[in-house]
């Protein structure tokens, strides 16, 4: 089998027309209003909240800073409860707001936060659980909410992956107390650099807005230590632009995922995520599981192997946050405590997936894969 010619990557952002933006940044240009919550934000916001179903939202320079502030605003402090199998910048936001993170281990198929293994990690110190809808499969939000309301304690997802996603209807950022989401250019929806926060309470809306312009009330009043989390009529005009490509591309993933599903469906150590009933596809990645004794090649090999073909998938996420230097000195990062996501990270291999990629290009490179096998 011969290599791609051009590198294929796990991603490519969608790029909306060039005519488009240009028409885009000459109104912005003839405003002269650049940034602080001008025309294209406060639409941007709006157009938001009608498509993630969510009663409010509130847009952000990146989905990082955003879960800053969130956890800034509900006063966490303490412990909170929360996954290692995530992107780094989920735990150290408790680090920037003096939080202790607390590894819960996960569920062995959905990847998330075991809902069941909470409660025996609840202490006098723990504030509020910290879920990360892995891949845009939402935690057990029910269950999650039912441990948080006996224990009196704040839920905050991170919905960095679950960018439209839905439970029986209902929008996934509507569930615990805040949620958060990533408008990275490698997310499905993005606006280069950006995020949201998404909450159901009125009140949030308006304390929220003030924290991410650095607290400002008014031209004379402060009324706390806010931060500059504010996105820019630039990002936000990229972001309106995406957006109205944003379900086209999500057929297109929609074709690929079946693609995907159907030619790896029968190759023995390869398993991947089914739709699970109900809830909708994020289409944010496609994620295989390889499962080293029955395929006869660990995750590390096939990542390599897929290089020299000019295939670079990602092994997110490995390591274990828990293994960070920062953070592998806490009692909670114990290895042994950690059995199933330590499985999960060492299996996990996300694929190229994006619209762009032609149906024939996931067939060569799920022939790649097949080739691998021993
Ligand atoms: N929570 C979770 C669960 C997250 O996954 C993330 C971010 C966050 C929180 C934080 O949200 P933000 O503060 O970022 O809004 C990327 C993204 O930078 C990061 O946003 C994302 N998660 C993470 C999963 O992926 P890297 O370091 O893996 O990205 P990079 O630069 O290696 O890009 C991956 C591939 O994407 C490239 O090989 C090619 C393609 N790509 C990338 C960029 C930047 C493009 O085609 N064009 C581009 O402009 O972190």
């Given amino acids: 089998m011969t290599p791609f010619k051009e590198p294929v990557f796990i991603t490519r952002p969608i790029l909306p027309d060039l ?22 934000h ?22 990082t800073i955003a879960l800053i502030v969130a956890c800034r605003f509900l006063k966490i402090s303490g412990e909170v409860i929360t996954t290692p199998f995530t992107f780094p910048a989920t735990t150290h936001v408790l680090t920037w707001n003096n939080i202790k993170p607390v590894f819960c281990d996960i569920d062995p ?8 293994k909470i409660e025996s990690l609840i202490t006098r110190e723990t504030n509020a659980i910290l879920g990360v ?34 439970i029986n209807g209902q929008g996934i950022g509507t569930f615990g107390d805040i949620s958060m989401f990533s408008f990275h250019a490698t997310k ?30 008014n031209e004379e009043e402060v009324l706390g230590a806010g931060i500059n989390g504010k996105m820019t009529e630039i990002h936000s005009a990229i972001g309106l632009l995406v957006l109205n ?16 599903r159907t030619y790896l469906r029968d190759i023995e150590g390869i398993s991947f995520l089914s739709d699970i009933s109900g809830t909708t596809n994020s289409y944010q990645y ?13 995750r590390d090999e096939v990542y390599d192997k897929f290089k020299v073909y000019n295939i670079f998938t990602r092994k997110y996420f490995y390591p274990l946050c ?53």
């Avoid at 005519?19 to 294209?40: A, D």
């Avoid at 490509?245 to 995907?260: A, G, N, Q, S």
């Avoid at 042994?336 to 299996?347: G, N, Q």
Wanted: proline share 3%; aromatic share 14%; with cysteine.
């Fill in 42 to 63: 406060k639409l941007l916001e709006k157009k938001l909240q009608i498509f993630l179903k969510v009663p409010y939202l509130s847009l952000f320079n990146n989905g």
């Fill in 188 to 217: 499905l929806f993005h606006s280069i650099e950006g995020g949201a926060l998404t909450f159901n309470d009125m009140d949030f809306k308006y304390h929220i807005d003030m924290l991410k312009n650095f607290g400002i009330k």
């Fill in 19 to 40: 005519e488009e933006l240009h028409v885009k940044f000459k109104g912005i240009w003839e405003s002269k209003w650049l940034t602080n919550n001008g025309e294209q």
């Fill in 322 to 374: 828990s293994n960070f230097d920062c953070y592998k000195y806490l009692p909670s990062s114990d290895p042994k405590k950690l059995p199933v996501a330590r499985k999960v990270a060492s299996e996990v291999l996300c694929l190229p997936f994006y619209g762009e990629l032609s149906l024939e290009d996931v067939a060569r490179i799920c022939d790649i894969l097949k080739s691998f096998k021993r």
């Fill in 109 to 116: 198929v959905t990847m998330n936060l075991d809902a069941d």
């Fill in 245 to 260: 490509y944003v379900e086209e591309e999500k057929r297109k993933r929609e074709c690929i995922l079946k693609c995907y």
């Fill in 286 to 298: 496609f994620v295989i599981r390889i499962d080293e004794k029955k395929f006869g090649l660990s």
């Fill in 133 to 166: 809808h892995i891949f845009g499969t939402p935690c057990d939000v029910f269950k999650i909410q039912e441990i948080a309301y006996k224990h009196s304690l704040k839920v905050i997802y991170d919905a960095a992956h679950a960018f439209g996603v839905e």
